[in-house]
């Protein structure tokens, strides 16, 4: 079969300045790329973010010297695709699961069925949060508006007027909140005075509230807190999971991180062997990177999938997002299709 690949850099803008603890940002560069198979064309997404790789021209430069290694990557057997993307891309995850989710997608598409379907999972999705990125207060109560339909709120915290951004949302909503601190709390009495105080704020979760280097103090945090305690920037890649026993009571899943769906299904079978919650995450991307890794909704406890609706404009379509119910379709691959 001889297959074809186009790529090409987008620019997507948030609706809001997205700001977490460590960066700040009104836009990003994303790379799409198109596999074809010359009747069917499947798409794939690079979000690198920046505490991991380097950006989107170092994908590109890496695309255009390995255009024929790509093209002679397994199709099927997606086991051995991912050996070889690891080998080939030992730097860029964001590049590995573009690729790993444009072979997955045009795989699906070929042989008719949804990709949540050859995963074995269903289309039964628990509601999605929508993040309500670091901003000045003044600018929070339009926040809040915004998000309006969604039940579900994820806060970003790590700064140093916490108390005023939780006292600023507090004033608008009664919402449930999941609060991602991003290692942002650098000591262990630091960390132990925001998960006391959060608890009384109707706070679901705290994700990783210390640095990933700090595993002891967050084990240590977990006996105190009565606030389940979720791995992100601790949980990147599968042999990162069997490290966080006892230390987190769940784990954020991201493509860019982890490398793509194939690694993320492992992701999902190794966490249901030591027990974590699942949660599945994603950076500010488009609707490929978010339907993509919908696919894998059904086995998540959690989902925080609101990449596509901070954009103020999603150049494709695919999952939907009714205030924060995120509908898989029964379309084959991930669905998706240019806007
Ligand atoms: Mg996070």
Redesign the pocket.
Known sequence: MNLSLNWSIERIRTKFEFKIARSAESYYDVVILELSDGTRTAYGEAAPSKRYESGPEAIIDLLNTNKSNILGLALEDYESRQTALEELFPNSFALQAALDTAFWDLYGRQVGRPLWDLFGGSKELVTSTYTIGISDLSVIPEKIKEAEQYPLLKIKLGTDYDHDIIRAIRAETDKVLRV?V?EGWKTLDEAKRGTEWLVTENVEFL??PMPAGQLDDIAKLREFSPLPLVA??NSVRPEDLPGLDGVYDGI?IKLMKCGGLSNGLKMVKLAQKHKFDIML?CMVETSIGISAMAQLGSFARWLDLDGNVLLAEDPYIGVGNAAGKIVLSDDPGTGVKPR
């Open positions: 991602d991003n994700e990783q992100d920037e954020n995450g």
